[in-house]
């Protein structure tokens, strides 16, 4: 089984405590987890290390086959341009536009003026965000803004995504709109990898595994039947859920 992920007994210290505790977690190629768990469980974290943002303290992580630890400079940017992120809220650059921010990505591709326009208008058009593309982000609702920073990730459609945060802020209807949309995905080759403080949705239909993070250890890693058989019988697991499940 091929893997996109595979994150082998990873350790991370922060500011000298200890946020990732002895991790290991796969996703296979195609596969879509949602990762899930209270704040500061190290969601945001994992998804840092999986972009090679942070370096773990100890163990080894690879993405789509290749070990963070062994790549160079290059390496790691020709890596990235394979990996769409939506990192964090607020990410977007104030003094570019809608269309200004969702086409940063292309800025070093070997595409011309029309090319990058169809891939703007076709990811546009995917997420609702036509007749938008001249305003700035600031004059946005949070749902909107959220729908550019995911144009952005899905621009060069990436061979994995990670989105750290799906449900920040936003109106479950939108993020239901949002899922909807990632599921139209799922025909092609995507690949996802989504963190989420809202079990509600960590337990929807859009992913194949939910992982639950806590304390920055992996308490759980299987698919939404097994997580919903395990969580009544288990006091941390089900803790971690919110009570939710």
């Keep these: 089984m091929a893997l996109a992920l595979s994150l082998d007994r990873v350790f991370q210290h922060v500011s000298g405590r200890l946020a990732l505790q002895d991790l290991s977690l796969e996703l296979a190629e195609g596969a879509w987890l949602l990762v899930c768990g209270p704040n500061g469980a190290g969601k945001t974290l994992l998804s840092r290390l999986i972009l090679g943002l942070d370096r773990p303290s100890a163990g080894r992580v690879q993405v789509l086959g290749r070990d963070l630890a062994q790549l160079d400079g290059r390496g790691m940017e020709r890596l990235r341009a394979e990996v769409g992120a939506v990192i964090q809220r607020g990410s977007l650059l104030a003094d570019h536009s809608v269309l200004g921010n969702i086409l940063l990505p292309l ?105 639950v993070l806590s304390g920055g250890r992996l308490l759980f890693q299987g698919t939404r039947e097994a997580l919903a058989a395990a969580s009544p019988g288990d006091l941390e697991l089900g803790a971690a859920l919110g009570g939710r499940f």
């Design 107 to 211: 800025r070093q591709a070997p595409l011309t003026r029309g090319e990058m326009a169809r891939a703007a208008r076709l990811v546009m058009t995917l997420l609702g965000l036509d007749g938008l593309e001249n305003h700035p982000p600031q004059a946005l609702s949070l749902g909107q803004q959220r729908r550019v920073e995911l144009a952005r990730a899905l621009i060069r459609r990436p061979r994995l995504l990670v989105w750290d945060g799906l449900s920040d802020g936003l109106d479950p209807a939108v993020v239901r709109e949002i899922l909807a949309v990632l599921r139209s995905l799922r025909g092609g080759q995507a690949m996802a990898l989504i963190a989420t403080d809202n079990t509600t949705e960590a337990l929807g239909d859009t992913a194949d595994q939910v992982a």
